[in-house]
């Protein structure tokens, strides 16, 4: 009843061609993206912003990425955290090395950089696929984090090789409160996530979805295989960078080139994996999910057997719960969370008829 | 020279350890089409159940560990183990991805990587062990006197062993009837179910296979480095000896191992000292990169004709 597009006429091309064709969408979407600039802020307290928020945001913006390179382009990596890196150091460098620059731009400059390793890193992919592809980008995330260990100037010659992210002013406004911080995140999270939301339904993200259903298919029908790769791999990196940027700059505050490990890398991709690969919701919900668990399980260990529980345990416990939760669902739902919002959405189109 | 032949020796040894652990790989994709990210987990697993179980021996018997008695209770019962642990991998994992694709499978022993870690280390603790399997790291004497170079007998025995392994498992694969299962598997899950090849037994003799091959390894590298989370991360070491083989090629693992373990070393030792060294982790990644842009199916890999 409330979810029924009858009577939505478009009548222009622009109508039509909306990022969100449906009313319904419209509103919702407005809704929460006014709830989340305004009732978050207003409701959530400061453990909040700092500890679950912000850093689930950040996730959303990694797992983006990633899920434009493995979920619409089908280029399966395990570099994400690398690119991370990438962006967060070269933020932090950008920060550094000239004087006066905006945040913003240095995010976007580390950003940039970030995709252009990402290009350099994607090249194997022209040649090489699947398997050996995903086997490829770990060099990345093992190259990234060594050069960036091994060469001081990257971390500006930090005994410990961890920077210390500089203080963020935008257009005389200081970001130090952990409220402040989530509202930037989230307000660099949300641009990002309608640029990917509108990109996938346009040329270039069908062109990623044909290359990740059948590349040679794709290439019999004239879509340039090699400038659609290396434009996903682009991407992807940027929104990753980005993401590293933050985690950086709005999350840790201080952060060392081993915060990015493959652990990190894996984290990634189990949120596009539990949220539903190739679906932008789908970062979301994973990153959700992926942050939140831990805490509850934190807390439900804690309810269930209080102090006496040697640390050790939990987090084995945690480790099985993890690989068993991703085993589970790639069985029972390999299209991931997004999938059950999917189905929600197509019941309450019918509603109250049940077929 | 003589030092780069110690040099070229002591790589090409550690080079079979990762064949070793690789030939798990290649085993597993080789009969069922899975490449199993969770290898490094297993060999992990099963070195940390053989010591764990060598302790509680000798706390239950009596038994050193070490001695015979010791090694080979511990044997049966990791043997058990791995046994006990392919039956579950297939009851719980596998059955529910019959057909999915490729990718799926992988990811999800991505997630099996992790509960196994956690399952090891909940059950034997993370404290890094010792183990003992009676075989000493010191120089073979005659080579030290004749050619004055240092090569290790616990690598050529290692190395022996893994040889041995490879041409066991090389007759099974090419000879037996069950060989031709398993390849029949990896073609087609659907495929070979519906011409009557059982498709479960299979894959648990499959994930046995890699389970014993994963003990093996686990016991090799174990006694050279100790038991500790770190073993879990082999698996990164076989890697690129794999993308180097190429997946199907069981010499490929072998060659890809030697090339690996010689030019990593060589290039920590030659190559290191010019970038500030630490080049390891990586080097082996960007040489079999460099080598798939020449040959994308890899030295010995089959190669792939695409069709629409």
Redesign the interface.
């Known amino acids: 009843m409330i979810y029924r597009e009858a009577g939505q006429f478009k009548a222009s091309y622009e109508a039509d061609m909306q990022i969100f064709p449906i009313r319904q969408d419209r509103i919702a979407i407005a809704a929460i993206v006014l709830f989340a600039f305004v009732g978050v802020p207003l409701l959530a307290s400061e453990y909040w912003f700092q500890a679950i928020i912000t850093p689930a945001l950040i996730f959303s913006l990694a797992a983006l990425g990633l899920n434009i390179l493995t979920g619409y382009a089908g280029q399966?990596s395990l570099g994400a955290a690398g690119f991370m890196a990438v962006g967060a150091f070269a933020t932090y460098n950008f920060m550094l090395r000239i004087d006066g620059m905006p945040f913003l731009v240095a995010m976007v400059l580390g950003g940039v950089c970030a995709a252009l390793v990402g290009i350099v890193f994607g090249l194997?992919s022209l040649?090489?696929k699947?398997?050996?592809l995903?086997?490829?980008t770990?060099?990345a995330q093992?190259?990234i984090?060594?050069v960036l260990?091994?060469?001081p100037w990257f971390s500006n010659y930090s005994a410990s090789g961890v920077i210390t992210a500089q203080e963020i002013a935008i257009l005389g406004w200081t970001v130090d409160e952990p409220v402040e911080k989530y509202l930037l995140t989230l307000a660099v999270v949300t641009v990002l996530a309608l640029a990917a939301k509108n990109m996938a339904r346009t040329h270039t993200g069908r062109a990623w979805m044909a290359v990740r259903d059948?590349?040679?298919?794709a290439e019999?029908i004239g879509i340039p295989l090699m400038k659609t790769k290396l434009q996903a791999f682009a991407i992807s990196s940027f929104y990753c960078g980005v993401a590293g940027a933050l985690y950086a700059y709005t999350y840790l505050g201080t952060v060392e080139p081993e915060a990015f490990n493959?652990d990190l890398s894996?984290k990634i991709?189990?949120m596009i994996?539990i949220g539903g690969v190739g679906t932008v919701l789908g970062s979301f919900l994973g990153a959700a999910f992926i942050t939140l668990l831990p805490i509850f399980l934190n807390q439900l260990f804690h309810a269930l057997f209080g102090d006496s529980l040697p640390p050790?345990?939990a987090s084995?416990?945690?480790?099985?719960?993890?690989?068993?939760?991703?085993?589970f669902f790639?069985?029972?739902e390999?299209h991931g969370l997004a999938r059950l919002w999917q189905i929600g959405k197509e019941k309450l189109r019918i509603w109250p008829f049940p077929h | 020279m003589t030092f780069f032949f110690e040099v070229l020796i002591a790589g090409l040894l550690s080079g079979m350890l990762y064949a070793l652990v690789a030939l798990g790989f290649v085993l597993i994709f080789k009969a069922s089409g899975v490449f199993n990210f969770a290898q490094g987990a297993m060999v992990y697993f099963a070195a940390l159940t053989f010591v764990g179980v060598g302790e509680k021996l000798l706390l239950w018997f009596g038994w050193a560990p070490g001695s015979f008695a010791s090694f080979l209770g511990s044997l049966l019962v990791t043997l058990a183990a791995m046994v006990v642990l392919a039956i579950l991998i297939e009851r719980f994992m596998l059955r529910g991805l019959v057909n999915q694709p490729l990718i799926t499978l992988f990811m999800a022993t991505i997630g099996l990587t992790f509960f196994i870690d956690g399952l090891a280390q909940l059950i034997w603790g993370s404290n890094v062990r010792g183990l003992d399997i009676g075989i000493t790291d010191e120089p073979v004497m005659w080579l030290l006197d004749s050619a004055n170079m240092l090569v290790s007998k616990f690598d050529l025995t290692a190395a022996a062993i893994a040889a041995i392994l490879v041409a066991v498992l090389t007759v099974f694969f090419q000879y037996t009837k069950t060989g031709r299962a398993l390849r029949a598997v990896a073609d087609d899950h659907q495929a070979a179910l519906s011409i009557g090849v059982p498709l479960e037994r299979i894959w648990v003799i499959v994930w046995v296979a890699a389970g014993v091959v994963a003990l093996v390894a686990g016991l090799i590298w174990g006694a050279r480095n100790g038991v500790q989370y770190a073993l879990s991360f082999t698996a990164l070491k076989a890697l690129p000896v794999l993308i180097l083989g190429g997946f199907t090629s069981i010499p490929g693992a072998i060659v890809g191992g030697l090339i690996i373990g010689a030019s990593e070393k060589l290039a920590e030792v030659y190559l290191g000292p010019y970038v500030g060294g630490g080049i390891d982790s990586w080097f082996p990644y960007i040489m079999a990169l460099a080598f798939l842009l020449i040959r994308p199916e890899g030295l010995f890999g089959e190669k792939h004709i695409d069709r629409v």
């Not at chain 1, 059948?214 to 298919?217: E, T």
């Open positions: 399966l194997p040649r090489i699947g398997f050996y995903a086997v490829a770990l060099a093992f190259f984090l060594w260990v091994k060469f059948m590349d040679v298919a019999v493959l894996f991709l189990f994996i050790a345990f084995n416990v945690e480790l099985m719960i993890f690989g068993g939760l991703i085993i790639l069985i029972v390999p």
